[in-house]
């Protein structure tokens, strides 16, 4: 049986820090609900559509704020 790959967005939360920002003010300015935040905060699976949203706030790539761990 696969394994299951976890996902990580402890990237994320360090741009946040090096930005000055609090996960509040990431989700209005990427318009995420409480429910998305909740699934970040736990690593799990996000739309890529929310992805997007966070990246286009971070001016960043998805790769700068996941990474998929064993």
Known sequence: M???T????RKLWHILIDEGMKKKDLAE???L???QMTKLANNQDI???VLRRICKVLDC???DIIEFVD
Not at 6 to 9: A, G, H, T
């Open 2 to 4: 696969k394994e299951k």
């Open 6 to 9: 976890n996902i990580s967005y």
């Open 47 to 49: 739309t890529t559509d």
């Open 61 to 63: 790539e998805a790769d």
């Open 29 to 31: 300015a990427a318009q």
């Open 33 to 35: 609900t409480h429910y």
